[in-house]
């Protein structure tokens, strides 16, 4: 159903406030490359070892792990198992992935640049595919006490076990969360800027959360979770006896028993009450039609502020929004300063988070195509001709006329950037690599060409 409530509803669901956006605050930094032999401690001597750079990080008490865009596989084993590996996150660990660019923390004032464009442009991917079989789960996390993991695609997870695993004083169900796995306490626990896809699990095929409370502040943003399957329940998430909040999250094409898209189950002595807001949970599919997108048992519900379930969201490829989207415009940022985060500034895809009068729902906001602005004509001759080249650090326009508008589109005439420009020649890391733009300047247009 469709709820849109307004936001003093808010004060029964947000009862507390996160510390802040970042799980920690810290001046250890490591540097993480597919293939690097180094000992992480720079881009130039980057480790291709990620869990080790999160067990270093650690042990100093916390600090920011950057990872290279590329594939990675698990290290971690949690028992004699071969499957049985994981990438383990940690207390006061932030973990972000994405990077296409050598920036280094005295340019960004010390914290991670958005995800999806410029130099946060590429795809990390936590995978696992062990190659003749999987791992039960890709990602871990038990009792964190504050940790982030933000800007990956998890996959390959295939959580198909029946025993269990005894880590940190908590057991690790091996049939249970083929993607993500967390088991309390989780305070302070932050997952963004993720994609889970491709996971399954008997229950939790691409999520498997337990025994957390609203005041152990579990938030999952900005997040894509999709094409997970579980033989029992929650195809894409499953949460029994925990109430994380669900923000901007995107949840479709999942496939269960029962509740295809996110179960809910509580027990006699706990609860359990997720929070979903700005989200689209759409699409997915349970056996005879059983609770499709939601089910809920035991005594379990969640709560829903400005979020729809089980109304069509007008996806597109991708599961972006299209024209007509009752998601467009649906949302309220204040769901974030209520959390104690800020506002992102970009979407999933890299795109400007709110493009309308307010946030849309779900993990993509709605890119309207616009019709391109009259370009005037050249003011004089121009004797430089006009060059646009595409690579790994953005867009490089040379031969521009200082005093003139830029304009740059993408090839379905929407305007993405414009700007009066100051020299002949300009580089633009907001826009990202591998894509074909057009460029206008003084009646001049010509198309993108890769590097």
């Not at 999250?249 to 509580?266: H, L, P, Q, R, Y």
């Not at 309220?332 to 795109?351: C, F, I, K, R, W």
């Not at 004089?380 to 589109?409: C, F, H, N, W």
């Amino acid at each position: 159903m469709k709820i849109k409530q307004r936001l003093f509803l808010l004060a029964a669901i947000l009862p507390l406030a996160l510390a802040g956006e970042a799980a920690t605050t810290t001046n250890y930094y490591y540097y993480v490359k597919q293939g690097a032999n180094g000992n992480g401690s720079s881009w130039k001597d980057a480790s291709g070892n990620l869990q080790a750079m999160i067990d270093a990080a650690y042990t100093v008490g916390g600090g920011q792990v950057w990872v290279w865009k590329g594939t990675y596989l698990p290290s971690q084993s949690l028992s004699a198992d071969a499957r049985d590996k994981a990438f383990l996150l940690k207390d006061n660990v932030e973990i972000y992935g994405g990077f296409t660019k050598e920036v280094i923390p005295d340019e960004t004032g010390g914290l991670a640049p958005a995800f999806g464009f410029g130099s946060r442009s590429g795809k990390s991917v936590l995978s696992g595919d062990l190659g003749a079989s999987s791992c039960f789960h890709v990602v871990v996390a038990a009792g964190l006490n504050k940790a982030r993991l933000d800007g990956f695609t998890i996959t390959s997870g295939n959580a198909e076990g029946t025993g269990s695993t005894e880590l940190k004083a908590y057991m690790i169900a091996q049939g249970c969360g083929g993607g993500l796995y967390v088991t309390e306490p989780f305070n302070g626990l932050l997952l963004s800027d993720l994609t889970i896809s491709g996971n399954t699990a008997g229950k939790g095929g691409g999520i498997y959360m337990e025994k957390g409370s609203k005041a152990q502040k579990a938030v999952l943003a900005n997040m894509l979770v999709c094409d997970n399957s579980a033989l029992e329940q929650g195809g894409g998430l499953y949460v029994v006896n925990a109430s994380p909040y669900l923000v901007n999250m995107t949840v479709t094409a999942n496939t269960a028993a029962a509740g295809g898209g996110i179960s809910v189950e509580a027990n006699q002595t706990s609860f359990a009450s997720p929070s979903l807001l700005n989200t689209l949970v759409y699409g997915n599919q349970a056996k005879g039609n059983r609770q499709m997108d939601m089910s809920a048992a035991g005594g379990a519900s969640w709560n829903a502020v400005n979020s729809l379930t089980g109304v069509d969201p007008k996806f597109g490829a991708g599961y972006v929004l299209t024209a007509g989207s009752p998601a467009i415009d649906a949302g309220e940022t204040q769901v974030y300063t209520a959390l104690g985060l800020s506002v992102p500034t970009t979407d999933l895809g890299g795109n400007s988070r709110v493009s309308g009068s307010s946030i849309d729902l779900g993990a993509f906001e709605y890119a309207a195509t616009v019709n391109a602005p009259s370009v005037p004509k050249a003011s004089k001759v121009l004797d430089a001709p006009l060059q646009a080249t595409v690579g790994s650090e953005g867009l490089l326009i040379r031969g521009l006329q200082p005093g003139t508008m830029l304009y740059i589109y993408n090839m379905s005439g929407q305007l993405l950037y414009q700007a009066r420009v100051s020299g002949e020649t300009q580089n633009i890391t907001s826009l990202q690599g591998g894509a074909v733009y057009i460029v206008s300047n003084e009646g001049r247009r010509v198309k993108t060409l890769a590097e």
